[in-house]
């Protein structure tokens, strides 16, 4: 047997081999279950960590068990692996989310999620497949947030998945079969990121006549004032000197003002039914934009994948938008972005510090209860953390200033800070109902609602052809190309000292510093970016200091901030130019559009609360 026969007798052997252990093999993303049950897809973290995931967020309740049916390619023993974390072990060495998983009505012995606090493929044990159909169950032990990415089924138990972000990807697209060439469709005008900002930019393009995707990475739209995160809409709208911004605003905004309240406030299907009856907006609700294709400094194509299936499509246009509130877009262009406090020096700010800093105001897990007319229990959970009646707060709903992660990366620790979030309002309410001096007063109060979707005040900002800073709006620099009026005072959060002390410098409550200001046109050139030809922004990551940001992030303002980038959107495509060319040669029709506006100026004005003061008024 000569040397060639034998290396060709070799490869084949090593290639059946590998075939055969692709066909063995069965991989299952938990957030693809046909039936979800009680657990809910989380995707916030999902490009730090690698994928979406499913949670039991049942606050102290075990929630209804997740289904599916699986094909296997063979029967026999395989062996299981699970990729999940313990949640609480950054805190304790107890953990709090613990679930099994049930196959073919046999269920494992193996409790999962209280083992590594990274994600990590835990071992399962062996099961005897019997059948080609497979039916699985993910079971709930404590409602407190236990979590799966996927189960993994081998026939070798050495066959480890990977864990690295880069060879998971790979791994996923090859087990799922996932087609690694999606389908690509073209807009006029794609928007990523469907809260108010996003919501109002498709809107407001759509109704100019442009086609339109909005991409939406949750299944509702509106943000932080959907019912997933409950803040109410603030600051005002119909405003000098372009009063018809903000009709959109009043039309798809809620009645009804408060955060943290019953989920009917939020009026998420309004919102929905606006877009939906646009005829020209193409709505892509649970899915994630995390690619960009770039010729030059102009971005192509935007890839977004299916939350459910993994699946990919494309998206192509000559204009996209970044509302995703993080820069998501704009950061995977190479955009220019700031984050963090700048120094005092850098824009000469009175209200910035001396030394720049990774401070960033934090994002709020609120929550409320409500009394019921018997006793209700919770748990006395162990892995709390450590409370008495001085560190404790005996309330009955956490608003806005329950706020984590000051001084945290708001991206790469997003799922940190959210599960820090979660443990301190589980922690606070345990001791609340088991253990303080005022427990009887609490006795009928059940933990109705906590968020389990963060809501995040600040990350990236995309650098535009201006920067908004605090001396623009303290001092009335006026600039040519103003546009929707920002009213709300420069409200910057802080930690909360003594909690900040109590807790080892892990504060969960903040406060506020207010600079009033008069309302204030933000200039166009804060809404596109200086070197991303072809992107705009509306939201929290539009161009300003940290300082500025402090007025700009409220919601309408954000809203018709999207009003104003849809308009741009549609000059544009009618000069066949990009935003700054827009600024530089045709912004007298952007002021005409702004002057008509795009929502219904016939209805009743019902955005009248959170309106904060202005200077234009006598304080109390």
């Not at 193996?110 to 399962?124: A, L, R």
């Not at 495509?573 to 060319?581: E, M």
């Amino acid at each position: 047997m000569d040397f060639k026969y034998r290396l060709t007798l070799f490869l084949l052997i090593i290639t059946l081999f590998n075939l055969w252990g692709q066909t063995k093999s069965v991989l299952v993303e938990a957030e693809s279950f046909n039936d979800k049950g009680g657990w809910f897809i989380d995707q916030q973290s999902m490009d730090i960590m690698g994928s979406p995931y499913l949670i039991a967020h049942g606050m102290g309740t075990p929630v209804k068990e997740a289904n599916t049916t699986v094909q296997f390619p063979a029967k026999g023993n395989y062996f299981v692996y699970v990729r999940t974390r313990n949640w609480t072990a950054p805190w304790s060495d107890i953990a709090a989310g613990k679930f099994r998983i049930k196959i073919e009505g046999q269920t494992l012995s193996k409790t999962f999620g209280q083992d590594e606090k990274d994600w990590h493929w835990s071992f399962g044990g062996k099961v005897k497949i019997k059948t080609n159909q497979v039916e699985i169950s993910l079971l709930d032990l404590t409602g407190f947030n236990g979590r799966v990415d996927a189960i993994y089924f081998t026939k070798n138990k050495n066959d480890l998945p990977p864990n690295q972000l880069e060879t998971l990807d790979e791994f996923r697209i090859k087990k799922l079969g996932l087609n690694q060439n999606p389908k690509s469709s073209k807009f006029d005008f794609v928007v990523i990121g469907g809260g108010m900002a996003g919501t109002c930019a498709a809107l407001s393009a759509a109704r100019l006549g442009l086609k339109v995707a909005l991409i939406q990475n949750r299944p509702i739209l509106g943000g932080n004032n959907s019912s997933e995160v409950r803040v109410h809409l603030g600051a005002r709208i119909n405003l000098e000197p372009y009063p018809a911004l903000g009709n959109l605003v009043n039309e798809i905004g809620p009645q009804r003002g408060g955060n943290a309240q019953p989920k009917a406030y939020y009026e998420d299907q309004k919102k929905l039914d606006a877009v939906l009856n646009e005829s020209n907006i193409s709505l892509f609700l649970n899915h994630h934009a995390n690619k960009v294709a770039m010729q030059g400094n102009t971005i192509q194509k935007v890839l977004a994948e299916n939350l459910e299936t993994g699946e990919k499509l494309i998206f192509e246009a000559p204009i996209f938008a970044d509302c995703t509130g993080d820069g998501a877009i704009g950061y995977l262009a190479g955009a220019e972005y700031l984050m963090g406090r700048e120094s005092k020096s850098v824009f000469n700010e009175p209200t910035a510090p001396e030394v720049a800093d990774n401070l960033t105001m934090g994002i709020s897990v609120q929550w409320f209860s409500e009394k019921t007319s018997q006793a209700v229990s919770f748990p006395n959970i162990e892995w709390a953390l450590s409370l008495d009646d001085e560190k404790s707060y005996a309330i009955t709903r956490g608003d806005w200033n329950w706020e984590t992660g000051m001084g945290k990366d708001m991206i790469r620790e997003a799922e940190f800070i959210r599960d820090y979030g979660l443990l301190v309002v589980f922690s606070n309410w345990s001791y609340v109902k088991n253990h303080h001096a005022e427990k009887e007063k609490f006795a009928n109060e059940k933990l109705q609602w906590v968020a389990y979707i963060g809501g995040k005040r600040e990350s990236r900002r995309l650098v535009g052809d201006y920067i908004l800073t605090e001396n623009d709006l303290t001092q009335q620099n006026f600039l040519p190309d103003g546009t929707a009026p920002t009213s709300w005072s420069i409200d910057l959060h802080y930690p909360d000292l003594k909690n900040q002390k109590d807790f080892k410098g892990e504060a969960f409550r903040s406060y506020a510093v207010f600079l009033p200001i008069y309302p204030y046109p933000i200039p166009f050139r804060c809404l596109y970016s200086k070197n991303i030809d072809n992107l705009m922004m509306a939201g929290r990551d539009i161009s300003v200091s940290h300082v500025a940001l402090g007025t700009i992030r409220l919601m309408r303002t954000g809203g018709m901030m999207g009003e104003v980038i849809g308009m741009a959107a549609a000059i544009c495509n009618l000069k066949n130019t990009n935003p700054r060319g827009l600024y530089q040669n045709h912004f007298s029709l952007l002021e005409e559009l702004m002057s008509k506006g795009v929502g219904n100026p016939n209805l009743p004005k019902i955005q009248n609360y959170n309106l904060g003061k202005t200077l234009m008024e006598t304080t109390d």
